[in-house]
Nanobody, 115 residues
């Protein structure tokens, strides 16, 4: 059974940091491109940043220099380190695993940036 379980969301003040984690099971994690996406009500889900099996990354312009993705294949885990958070980063953050036609999503974790 494929499972992606996110954790680490919460309330943080502007300028603060959070680290999200996503633990995968039931997939061949090491060959998947892993990504973090986010969605706010009324808007489409958007890519935040992704990392390929080889370690290449692709980030949205809005988070470059602030967010960092990393993966630990031994732990089947992908991380999203978010620094210098802004109110506009408030969203539900979703973990994604992709390989060819395979595409799986986690349930999401809410990040709220507010004073």
């Amino acid at each position: 059974q494929v499972q992606l379980v996110e954790s680490g969301g919460g309330l943080v003040q502007p300028g603060g940091s959070l680290r999200l984690s996503c633990v995968a099971s039931g997939i061949l994690f090491s060959i998947c491109t892993m990504g973090w996406y986010r969605q706010v009500p009324g808007k489409q889900r958007e890519l935040v940043v992704s990392i390929t099996s080889g370690g290449g990354t692709n980030a949205a312009d809005s988070v470059k220099g602030r967010f960092t993705i990393s993966r630990d294949n031994a732990k089947n885990t992908v991380y999203l380190q978010m620094n210098s958070l802004k109110p506009e980063d408030t969203a539900v953050y979703y973990c994604n695993a992709r390989y060819g036609a395979f595409d799986a999503w986690g349930q999401g974790t809410l990040v709220t940036v507010s004073s």
